[in-house]
C-alpha cells in the first residue's frame, strides 16, 4: 500500500512540468457513436460496476480525437453518475490511447488510480509522443486528478 502512495505521489511530482490534462463535464465527445468498437474490448467497469471507463474517438482532430469517457458516483438526485472526459486539453484530445493496457489500483486514502499509455501531440515537432496518462478519482466527491508522466 505503501509503495503505491508513494508512485503516485512521485508520479504527480515528476509531471508537474509536464502537458496539462483536462476533466470536463459529458458534452458532444461522449456520444455513444464515438466509443470505439468493439464496445466490450474498450470499455471497463470497476467498484462493482459503479464506476465505468470507455474509450471515446471523435474522428477529428485526427491527432487528437481519442478521449476518455470516465462516469462514476456521486450519483445525482436522479441517480444518475457523474459524466466526465478526460482529455489532453479542453476539446482536444490524444492522437492514440492504448486502453487494452489501461491498469487500475485502489487505495483508500487516494480512491481508485488509471494508468494508461497514451500519445499526444507535440506541436513542436510537428509529432506524437509518447506519455503515461494517469489519473485519480474519488468516487465520494467525485474529483478527478490527472496528469501526464513522460514525454517530455
Keep these: 500500500m505503501k509503495t503505491v502512495l508513494f508512485s503516485v505521489?512521485?508520479?504527480m511530482l515528476l509531471a508537474s512540468t509536464a502537458q496539462a490534462i483536462t476533466i470536463e463535464d459529458c458534452?458532444?465527445?461522449a456520444r455513444?457513436?464515438?466509443?470505439?468498437?468493439?464496445?466490450?474490448?474498450?470499455?471497463?467497469?470497476f467498484s462493482n460496476g459503479k464506476t465505468r471507463l470507455a474509450l471515446l474517438d471523435v474522428i477529428e482532430p485526427a491527432a487528437g480525437a481519442m478521449h476518455l469517457l470516465v462516469m462514476s458516483p456521486p450519483y445525482d438526485?436522479?441517480?444518475?453518475?457523474?459524466c466526465k472526459v478526460v482529455s489532453a486539453e479542453?476539446?482536444?484530445?490524444?492522437?492514440?490511447?492504448?486502453?487494452?493496457?489501461?491498469?487500475?489500483?485502489?487505495?483508500p486514502s487516494i480512491g481508485l488510480m488509471f494508468t494508461v499509455p497514451v500519445?499526444?501531440?507535440?506541436?513542436?515537432?510537428?509529432?506524437?509522443?509518447?506519455?503515461?496518462?494517469?489519473?485519480?478519482?474519488?468516487?465520494?466527491?467525485?474529483?478527478?486528478?490527472?496528469?501526464?508522466?513522460?514525454?517530455?
Design 9 to 11: 505521489l512521485a508520479s
Design 27 to 29: 458534452d458532444w465527445r
Design 32 to 45: 455513444a457513436d464515438a466509443i470505439v468498437e468493439p464496445w466490450a474490448e474498450n470499455s471497463r467497469t
Design 77 to 82: 438526485e436522479l441517480g444518475g453518475r457523474q
Design 90 to 107: 479542453p476539446g482536444i484530445g490524444f492522437s492514440g490511447i492504448d486502453f487494452t493496457a489501461l491498469t487500475a489500483a485502489y487505495d
Design 119 to 152: 500519445l499526444f501531440y507535440d506541436p513542436n515537432i510537428a509529432m506524437s509522443r509518447p506519455a503515461r496518462l494517469e489519473f485519480t478519482l474519488n468516487q465520494a466527491t467525485g474529483v478527478i486528478n490527472a496528469w501526464l508522466v513522460g514525454g517530455e
